[in-house]
């Protein structure tokens, strides 16, 4: 059974960076695709980023330029960079992985089968 376990959310004041990470388990990491997302209070559940199995990126419009996915295969491990952070940015952040193999990953949420329990990021004015 595919598990996720995020980690690395918090307070943090405008402008200032967190990096969140997410230790996958239950089946060979490398070969699947990664995705965050992120739900405000009140709204949808939306992406964020996603990186394939040959670590290629795709961004939301409100994060590229400051927000950075990678991977780390031999830790099983996918992280979000996050510079620049902004009130806005403030979600509970989660991280996904589609049951099958996809060569692009989807940026809708019912692409994804497996979710982990979300982290909470809070960006302060």
């Known amino acids: 059974q595919v598990q996720l376990v995020e980690s690395g959310g918090g307070l943090v004041q405008a402008g200032g960076s967190l990096r969140l990470s997410c230790v996958a388990s239950g089946r060979t990491f490398s070969t699947y695709a990664m995705g965050w997302f992120r739900q405000a209070p009140g709204k949808e559940r939306e992406f964020v980023t996603a990186?394939?199995?040959?670590?290629?990126?795709y961004y939301a419009d409100s994060v590229k330029g400051r927000f950075t996915i990678s991977r780390d295969n031999a830790k099983n491990t996918v992280y979000l960079q996050m510079n620049s952070l902004k009130p806005e940015d403030t979600a509970v952040y989660y991280c996904?992985?589609?049951?099958?193999?996809?060569?692009?990953?989807?940026?809708?949420?019912?692409?994804?089968?497996?979710w982990g329990q979300g982290t909470q990021v809070t960006v302060s004015s």
């Open positions: 990186i394939n199995w040959s670590s290629r990126t």
């Open positions: 996904a992985t589609p049951r099958g193999y996809t060569v692009v990953p989807g940026q809708n949420q019912h692409e994804y089968d497996y």
